[in-house]
């Protein structure tokens, strides 16, 4: 899932129910003006995508990423330092097959044991359609204890790697 906070507006969607090994995180800054303060970003995790348009401070000074990271499946992660003005976040969450159910035409949610666990709006947002967004006035986008009372998606010990990158 990919996740795009602006101030308490948070855009998501799911990915199509596909198994990966490995999936691409990618952030794409395409440029509306000429000297590239004014931007689209674009970010993806595995095959979706959410994107907003902010404008820059530096044109030359790409938003603060990892070169690596450990992510761990049912753990929401940053993907960088906030960035632009608005201001922009950018968060994923990587779950794990077993997790999920397939719905009809192809739409995943989580299987009952685990959304349970989940507070509102997360657990609407896990059981319901594709993509979406929602206010949320504590500006906290990661579904889970600290924001809500409830616990975290349980990865069941296996963790998923990935590397972040950034391109423009």
Known sequence: MT???IGNHVEWVRSEKTVHTEMEIRL?????????????????????SVRCRTVLEDADALPSVP?????????????????????VALHGLVLLRRQAVTARLGIWHLKPEYSSL????????????????FEMPDQNVEPDGAANGSQPIRSEK???????????
């Open 67 to 87: 070169k690596t990271r450990k992510i761990t499946a049912g753990r929401c992660f940053a993907f960088c330092a906030p960035f632009g003005t608005p201001e």
């Open 158 to 168: 296996n963790p998923t790697s990935g590397a972040a990158g950034s391109r423009r």
């Open 118 to 133: 989940l507070a509102e709006p997360w657990k609407k947002l896990f059981t319901y359609a594709r993509a979406g967004a």
């Open 28 to 48: 794409l800054l395409g440029r509306y003006d000429s000297r590239g303060f004014d931007v689209q970003a674009c970010f993806s995790v595995g095959d979706n």
């Open 3 to 5: 996740f795009l906070r």
